[in-house]
Each structure stands twice: as structure tokens, then as C-alpha cells.
């Protein structure tokens, strides 16, 4: 059974920065397809980041150039290193795995299936 555990949102100002951590069980990373989401109140769910391999990443316009998304395989854990936070980056954050096959690394991407979900961690930017 796959378990996902986030951690390391809180309250920023805008400017500020967070990581999150996302500890990972039932499940080895190295090869598999892990993605962070985040939704707002009244909003819809939206991809932020992916990452396969270590090295096929994949992220959300908004947040190009501001998040980093990261994965240390011996800890089993997915990151998400958050700079220039902005208030509207305030949300509920998801770490989430996609148990499909991945034969190119493109494959894995903010439109992928992901089907396990963490319990989510809140992160809230004032101006």
C-alpha cells in the first residue's frame, strides 16, 4: 500500500520561501512518476510539479523559475523547494503518485494518472 506523507507548509510572506517534504512508502521513487498539486479554496485542483528519474521534471507556468522539484532516493522522499512566494500560491499542497507505466520519461507529466494521494499540507503566502 502506498502511503504518502507531506510536510513543511506554513505561513510566509510574500518574497518568502517553504520547502515541502514528502515521504514516500510502498512505493521506491527512483523510477516512479510523483507529482505535487496544489487547490485553493473554491479552485480547482492544479498540477505544480512532476518528476521522474531524478531528472525528467515537468512544471506548472506559474511557478517556473520559482519552485524546484526534487527526490532523494535513499531517503525515499519528494521535495518541493518554494522561492518568490506569492499570495496566490496560497493552497492546500498534494504530493501524488502515479502507479502507470512509465516507458519515456515524458510520460510522466502534470497530466498523468496519479492515483495515490497524500493528505496535504497548507501553505499560505501574505502579501
Known amino acids: 500500500q502506498v502511503q504518502l506523507v507531506e510536510s513543511g507548509g506554513g505561513s510566509v510572506q510574500a518574497g518568502g520561501s517553504l520547502g515541502l517534504s514528502c515521504a514516500v512508502s510502498?512505493?521506491?521513487?527512483?523510477?516512479?512518476?510523483m507529482g505535487w498539486f496544489r487547490q485553493a479554496p473554491g479552485k480547482e485542483r492544479e498540477g505544480v510539479a512532476s518528476?521522474?528519474?531524478?531528472?525528467?521534471?515537468n512544471y506548472a507556468d506559474s511557478v517556473k523559475g520559482r519552485f524546484t522539484i526534487s527526490q532523494d532516493n535513499a531517503k525515499n522522499t519528494v521535495y518541493l523547494q518554494m522561492n518568490s512566494l506569492k499570495p496566490e500560491d496560497t493552497a492546500m499542497y498534494y504530493c501524488?503518485?502515479?502507479?502507470?507505466?512509465?516507458?519515456?520519461?515524458?510520460?510522466?507529466?502534470?497530466?498523468?494518472?496519479?492515483?495515490?494521494w497524500g493528505q496535504g499540507t497548507q501553505v499560505t503566502v501574505s502579501s
Open positions: 501524488a503518485y502515479s502507479s502507470r507505466p512509465v516507458w519515456n520519461g515524458r510520460d510522466c507529466n502534470l497530466r498523468s494518472d496519479f492515483g495515490s
Open positions: 510502498g512505493v521506491t521513487i527512483y523510477k516512479a512518476c
Open positions: 518528476i521522474y528519474g531524478g531528472g525528467w521534471n
